[in-house]
Structures are given as C-alpha cells and as structure tokens.
C-alpha cells in the first residue's frame, strides 16, 4: 500500500447541540477500498458528506496529499480530485450515457463563438471507459433510462473516472440491485481501486464489504470505535463491533 | 423512393402520425371545400404559420427543460407595437425589423427575472406577467389600432433572395439556430438535463439560473421576430394581437411530442403540429365552421394529446400532486 491520499485529523461535526462525529481519524490510501460500517446514525454519512465538501467539519483538519484542505462545496471536493456518487445517482434519465458521463463539463469546439459539442470524441473515450472497466455497455449512445442499476452505477463510476477523481467515495452502492447486478458492481470497485483509485464505501452488506474491501471502519455514535485489516477480522467481529457486544467496545464505551 | 424511405426513417413514429394526419385531413377538406387545395390557400396557410412556429420553436425549448410561457402571445403583441411604433416614426425598414426581435428579448428577460429569481413555477408567474401585458397593450395604444403602417418592412422581408423571399430564408435561418443550440451545444444538453430533474442538473455542475434565463430570452427574442412579421404582413396591431398565440403554441408542441413535462422534444414535430394546427383551422373555417370555434378545436386537442400521453403511461402527473387536486 502506498502513501496516504487522504488523511482526517479529529474531525468532528455538530448540528447545534447534537454531536454527529466526534474526534475521528482516519488515512485513506490511494489503490485502496476502505469500507465505513455501522448501525443507521453511528455517523457514517455525516463522516463522508465532510470528505465530500457538503459539510463544513465542526473540528478538525483534512490533509490531501500532504496539504491541508478546506472545502466549502463539493465541487471543492472535486478540485481535489473527490467524486462522490450518491445512493440516488445524480444522472439524467433522459440523456445517453455519453452525455451523463460529460455533462457539465463537456467537450467543446468554438466556432464562430458558439460552443459546439465535440461529440465523436466524447462518445470514444466513453466507449474506452466502458470497456476498461468492463462494464458490458456496448453503445455509449444509449439512453440512461434504458439500463438496470447496476449499468447506471457503472456510469456514475465512469462519471467520477472522467472527473479523474483520485477517491470515489460510494454510498450504498449495491442496496437496490440484483444478485447478478451486485456482483458486477463489486467488481467495478476492485477495477477502481486497481487503476490506483481510493475507494471509500458505506455499505450495509457485511458480505459484500468483506468480498470487496482491503480495510474497515467501524462507527458507533459518531466515534470511530475500530479498524480492522480484511485478513485480520471475521464478519462475526464486525458485526459484533458494530452492535457493541464486541469487549473492545465495551471497554472503550465504559471508559468515556 | 430509397431517398423517401431513408428521409421516413428518420421521422419518430409520433412524426410520422403527425404528417400522415395532416395528408388526411389535407385529402378531407380538398374534398369538401373547392377553394381549400388551391396554391391561393396553400400560401395563406404557410403564411399564418409565421409566427405560429417562431412561437412554437421558443415554446419547444422552455417545455423541454419544464418551463412554459402562457404569455408569450402578448409579448408578441407588445414586440409588434414597437415595430408598428418604428414604422410609424419612419425608422429605417431594417432596423424596425430589428427592434422587434431586441423588444421580444427585453420581455423574455424580464419574464426569467420573475419566474427564475422569483422561483415562481413558470405557469404562474407568466399568467401573472400575461394579465400586466394585456393592460399594458391597451394602454401603449390607447384604445385604438395602429393601422395603415408604411410598406417598408413589406417591402424588404418580401424581396427576393436566390428566387426565394427573404421572409423565408430568416425563419429557416431561426430553425437551424434553435435546432443547432439544441442538438448540437451544451446549453441543448443542460436544457434537458434541467427539464428531466432540476435537482440532478445542478449536482452535475450545470449552471441551471443560466440556462433557465437564457432559454426565456431565445423564446421572448422569437417571439420578437414572430412581430416583425406579423406587422410586415398585416400593417396593423390590434388589442388582441397575439392573444390566442400561446394556446396555439402549447398545442402544436405538445401535438409535436414535446413533453409538457420537460425532458423530451421535438423540433420536426414542432414544425408538424404547427401545420397540422393551421390547416385544420384554415380547413374548417373554409367548410363554413364559424371562427369562433377555433379555439374551441384547438384547446380540445390539446386536452385531447395530454389525456392520450397519460393514458398511453407516456405522461404521469401524479408526482406532482396534480392528480388528485
């Protein structure tokens, strides 16, 4: 494992008087997937709207690549080279997976003033995306509203890819698809994370997260309460750390 | 016949219903009318159109990223009393013809300033804008029509250019412009994107304030240049000038395949429904049906498309709460 991408530093988060994080630290590594784990309000999300720009952290410092950051907006967040694909796919239905992967920021060609879209340019490097990820789409020109879901989230990943985000951050990823569907997916994130991409992951699914990530996280009331190499652990102890019957948890809660 | 078939291939099945309706109804009211398939009547039909489809080409754009403007026949209006104002004053024939279109945009900014600053839901705030426009009509004339206007303007769009008027090659000029903006720009793309989900377009970077203005301004400034037609025309603005434009316009788009719901257009269907409109209209009123009820056929196939597009499961209201209301 290489370098630190991403390195949190006591990062904490209030909403008035409710604490949602509280003092977490955590290293993010490029080529990496990390999986964030916990029970529905263990503060997860929170954690990861901060990476991705769309909370301010209360306290604490962010480090990307050795230099401190500060995002007051996710496209700050991007300028960093962070994508976050969100549970509901930003992407429209209604446009080809071409315009989906580009929109926003599309290829254009001035002539006499007017910006014409470079169309052919922005349909092949799709096309080479799909197929470097093997995301089995054979026509970028396809109608977003036409795939499964799982097609789609191989779009938004394209999406993020031509952004050239050095970590995608995935929430729930695989929560609404099929069996075959889920597979593909986790193979997208193991792709991802082979082209020197860290992955950081919510997921719910104790067995995929131990299918697919390197590393996980565990959270409990906004604290961040264990890491555990995948080689090292069992689903038993990750569902045990994340309920808090685990005795290293116990031993952390008794001491606060 | 190959270059027939190849032509078809590109019509979408809803195009090609559209065209096929208007050769039935064209056959329908040849048959019943001896004056209707005349070249005479041919030309009055394409020249009722003008406006129409400038009209239509802006109302194609604003459904499309889920806007619409109930108003944009009485900016015509008031576009086509700056004009008639021009020529009255003896401005020079070109730049009257200019001072409709710079009119038109005026109006399409101010209504973006209201329904996009504003954050007004389009339908509301341009009815608001079209009960101020009316007064404002009949103020600005004072109760009286601007009649006998100079020929100028009649003049100039009427010469000839390559053999074809010059009237001619600015509205297919107008087409292209919108069609390239469409089809071929970013500000096409962030258009639909907005029309699919507002929400979704602006998490993608899109620039949605912007479009929005800009795509009120393009449909106010064809609105304008529908005016400087309209007065080269018929050298006279009324009260009512315009005043049924908007309905018409909804319909021939919405009968075109645009969705009233943003995120799916039509130009060639825009240009359809437009024809399909106006030889229906010129049709009945030539077997005798009083003018009076040509709203009435218009505002009944508008009723008519959306109520087919719902049932087809084309068209959903229901997530807008409108269902039930």
Redesign the interface.
Known sequence: MSEAFLIAKGIAKRFGGLTALSDVDLEIRAGEVLALLGDNGAGKSTFIKVLAGAHPPSEGQILVAGQPVSFASPKDAAASGIATIFQELALSENLSISENVYLGRELKQSVLGVPFLRRKEMKQRVAELLKELDAHISDPEAPVGSLSGGQRQSVAICRALNLNAKLVIMDEPTAALAVAETRKVLALIRKLAERGCAVVLISHNISDVFEVADRMVVFRRGRKVAERLRAETEPEEIVALITGAHPDVRALEKAQ | MRRLNRAMSMLTGRELILLAACVVITIAFASASPVFATPENAATIMRNSVELLLIGLGMTLLLAMGGIDVSIGVVMGLSAIAVGRALGADLDPALAAVIGPLTGALLGLVTAAVVVLGRIPAIVGTLGLLGIYRTAIFVVLGGQWLSGLPTGLTEMLGTGLAGVPLSFWMIALAYLAVW?ALR???FG??L??I???E???R????SVIKVRFAAFVISGMLAGLAATFYVATYRNVEMSTGSTLALDAIAAVVLGGTSILG??CSLVGTVLGVLLLRILQNGLLLIGVPSLWQTVVTGGLLIAVLSLEVLAGRLSFSKLGWASR
Do not use: Q
């Open positions: 390239l071929r720009t970013p793309l962030h639909l994107a029309g699919n989900s929400e979704k377009a998490l993608s970077g899109i995120g799916r």
